[in-house]
């Protein structure tokens, strides 16, 4: 398990240059976590990449699939791939799966945003 977090540490300083990408990971942060910070980065860069290996594919999905079907987003590409990874404990590397959903806003989402604070600042909103 070790590798697999280095690898991907080292995809990440690979990519440092996208700063609208969020590697997700499925043990870290809660669902809803990386839906409001998808939320913030599509306010700052009007789009988002999600990106995600292995088993944290299906959380990637689901933050995507949350943000579309609540009018915040709109699908601009999605890229599907495996990876090389070493494992040292196996003494080979290993195939990881791979997925980068690069999402855009809608044209109503200031609108959708600017609605959700007005509720949270009434008290209407989530604590």
């Known amino acids: 398990m070790e590798e697999i977090a280095e690898g991907v540490n080292k995809m990440s300083i690979a990519d440092a240059q996208k700063k ?17 910070l998808a939320k913030r980065y599509m306010q700052q860069h009007n789009e988002v990449e999600l990106s995600a290996l292995g088993m944290a594919i299906s959380t990637v999905v689901s933050v995507a699939e949350i943000l579309k079907n609540n009018g915040f987003a709109v699908e601009k590409k999605i890229l599907t791939s495996t990876v090389e990874i070493k494992d040292d404990s196996r003494g080979r590397p290993i195939q990881k799966a791979k997925i980068e959903i690069v999402l855009g806003k809608t044209a109503n989402f200031d609108e959708l945003m600017a609605a959700a604070q007005e509720g949270i600042e009434n008290g209407n909103g989530e604590d």
């Open 20 to 36: 609208n990408r969020i590697q997700v990971s499925n043990t870290k942060k809660p669902l809803f976590f990386y839906v409001n």
